[in-house]
């Protein structure tokens, strides 16, 4: 619990106090954001603010589990580990992304296959290494077992552990591109995907906690369904440094945002929350936790697939948005970006609260 709170406490206190300092050097480097021109005329006012805030939150999260560990006396676990690693990992795709479009000036910066290609790079890193380092009962951070059917190993169906080892890196890969993309949609307003992240990451601060203070005997029924989770704990105090890393960063990415954290940040997080959701064993969970991420990439699917269908059938694309992710077409109706960023945060929450208490069911009744 100490290094929960630890953690928790270094990552807000480091964020709170280093982002001033990273906005003035961003500023001094120009690395400010380019702002669309088919994109909401509001948005032209934000045009120059700095961005690649991510860098404060991966810093801050990053020393503020390893100062938490020491505080504690204790030795980093891999699954801590390969989050660590997955978030940076990620981050990195999203500088040298957010690099690309400053020194550019312009909107776009690695082009959308080779985004893909450094996600699927960290994606197939992370799963080799997830299925390594067992501890003293046999257990690996990870396992070719799925959320809701991990009573029946992929390697049943496929006829060996190498082919079940092949498709759990795809479904790891499917995970991290869903999780970080959904992520960076939702960095379109001053704090939405930083404060939607709080919510969706804290999530695993409870579920860690959870996993650890109980085991597959304290299920009611259905034994066969429970499972063991490598470093609970550690997961939920990486998690909490996190949350404190996202929350000091919030205090200045609010509307009017002083700095954003671009793709840098929103990669990051995004592959933190596949990673947690691999390694505590919850990935089809995934998709209630990060609700809101589902929610708005989901908007931008629909809005391309029925301008698609339309103008192959009638010729003339037709939209079922003003404009695609969801909160700019809530912008265009007339809300006020701060309505529409707390509005999404309550959804968010709402979003988190089912994938807690689902998470609770599944545990205890083996569902």
Not at 317 to 341: C, N, Y
Request: glycine share 12%; net charge positive.
């Amino acid at each position: 619990m100490r290094a929960l709170l630890a953690a928790g406490g270094i990552g807000l206190a480091i964020s709170l106090f280093a982002t001033p300092v990273f906005i003035n050097l961003f500023k001094k480097l120009q690395w400010g954001q380019f702002i669309r021109d088919d994109g909401p005329k509001t948005h032209q006012t934000k045009r120059g603010t700095p961005t690649m805030g991510g860098v404060v939150i991966l810093i801050s999260a990053i020393v503020a589990y390893f100062l938490a560990k020491f505080i504690n006396g204790e030795n980093p676990s891999a699954s801590a580990l390969l989050v660590l690693f997955m978030m940076s990992g990620l981050g990195l795709v999203g500088f040298v992304d957010d690099l690309m479009k400053v020194r550019n000036q312009r909107s776009l910066g690695l082009g959308g296959w080779a985004k893909i290609a450094g996600q699927a790079i960290v994606a197939v890193v992370f799963a080799y290494l997830a299925l390594q380092f067992p501890d003293d009962r046999g257990l690996t951070p990870a396992s070719t077992h799925i959320s809701l059917f991990r009573d029946l190993p992929v390697d049943l169906f496929l006829w060996g552990s190498i082919i079940g080892a092949v498709l759990f890196t795809g479904w790891v890969f499917l995970l991290v591109a869903s999780s970080s993309n959904g992520v960076n949609i939702a960095d379109g307003l001053d704090g939405l995907a930083s404060g939607s992240a709080v919510f969706a990451i804290g999530a695993y601060v409870i579920i860690g906690f959870w996993q650890f203070n109980q085991s597959c005997r304290t299920a009611v029924e259905n034994l066969s369904a429970c499972y063991e989770v490598r470093d609970p704990l550690d997961l939920a105090v990486v998690s909490a440094a996190i949350v404190g890393a996202c929350l000091g960063f919030l205090w200045w990415n609010t509307s009017p945002a002083q700095l954003f954290m671009g793709d840098t940040g929103s990669l990051g997080l995004g592959g933190a929350l596949a990673a947690l959701a691999v390694l505590s064993r919850t990935e089809l969970l995934l998709v209630l936790i990060g609700g809101i991420f589902v929610i708005v990439t989901g908007s931008v699917v629909i809005q391309r697939a029925f301008f698609k269908l339309t103008k192959w059938r009638t010729g003339t694309g037709r939209r079922v948005f003003l404009m695609s992710p969801l909160h700019h077409h809530f912008e265009l109706k007339g809300w006020a970006e701060i309505t529409i960023v707390v509005r999404f945060w309550i959804i968010a929450a709402l979003c988190v609260a089912a994938g807690v208490g689902l998470f609770y069911v599944e545990w205890i009744y083996g569902l």
